[in-house]
């Protein structure tokens, strides 16, 4: 009896020592690019294994999240004990230090004239090793001027970071040389809300750039054609409601105006229009039927284009709607 269970073990032991050695012979010629991912496990402790064969494919995960845990905001924000993302809207992505003007101490207290001499070299130094090139310093001006004039359009952070990312983008081609860096930063900003969807015609961006609407024009064309942007054509239902809410226009006359321009653009009237001047006709129409009457003058400086425009188009316009 003790033979034969002793012969029983044996006979066990050589058969997985077997499955052992096929599975492992089948785990070496395994390719971990050829593997199906259904057939892939994600353990516990965070390894990827095959799960046939025990073939680890990923192992030594790191954690990048905190080492605390937080069960609401404010408990996350009372824990956490980093500083501000960084951000391409700055020419060094925010990675700086800052010396503080104030010539006081953590304590609040004041230095003495020793420390205020040594922190006042610091500062001029700070601020000479923040820009160490050319480069820097150019970019540096650029991306104050964009956040300057984002700031009084009133667009939204995202645009900021798209106009940055253009103009990183063209100083890294070289398409600065032989143009101003105004006009460059205020043609990546143009490019930028239109790539956002957020209108703002040239007309509004020359208002807030400190270079004239032509310049603006002909260098966001030569980096566009440059940087291949792909853009798409101007919506003008996307100017309806700033036009009407700077109009004080009810709802009513929103929507009548999307109609009106729903309808003329797919008899063809759009092809080849300024899409500013093409809405704020629209909205001269619409305010004319739902008895909300504006003079053209009134939506003509809204929309900063001529009565002469609001006129041509608002012709077109009621003669393909069919109204008299």
Known sequence: ??????????????????????????????????????????T?????????????IEEDQIDRGPEWRAFNHSERQSKSRVGAPTTKTMHDKGLTTTIDWKDKDAY???????KRSQMHRLRKWQERIRTKD?????????????DRMASALGVPRSVREVASVIYRRALTED?????????????????????EG?????????????????????????ISQELSLEMRPVDPKKYVPRFCSELELPEEVQSKAKEIIDVTAEEGLLSGKSPTGFAAAAIYAASLLCNEKKTQREVAD???????????????????????
Request: charged content about 35%; hydrophobic content about 30%; some cysteine.
């Open 1 to 42: 009896m003790k033979r034969s269970n002793r012969q029983r073990e044996h006979r066990s032991t050589r058969v997985r020592d077997e499955t052992t050695e096929q599975t492992d012979s089948k785990a070496d010629e395994l390719d971990p690019e050829n593997i199906d991912p259904e057939e892939l496990v994600r």
């Open 44 to 56: 516990a402790d965070g390894e990827l294994i095959h799960e046939e064969t025990g073939l680890i």
């Open 108 to 114: 609040g207290r004041s230095l003495s004239s020793e």
């Open 134 to 146: 050319a480069g820097e310093r150019n970019l540096q001006f650029a991306l104050s001027e964009i």
């Open 175 to 195: 398409l600065i040389r032989g143009r101003s860096i105004e006009g460059v930063s205020t043609a990546a900003l143009y490019a930028a809300c239109r790539k």
């Open 198 to 222: 957020i209108p703002r015609s040239l007309e509004e961006i020359a208002e807030v750039s400190r270079v004239e609407r032509k310049e603006i024009g002909r260098t966001y064309r030569y």
């Open 302 to 324: 809204v929309a900063q284009v001529t009565e002469v425009t609001i006129r041509n188009r608002y012709q077109e316009q009621i003669e393909a709607m069919g109204i008299h």
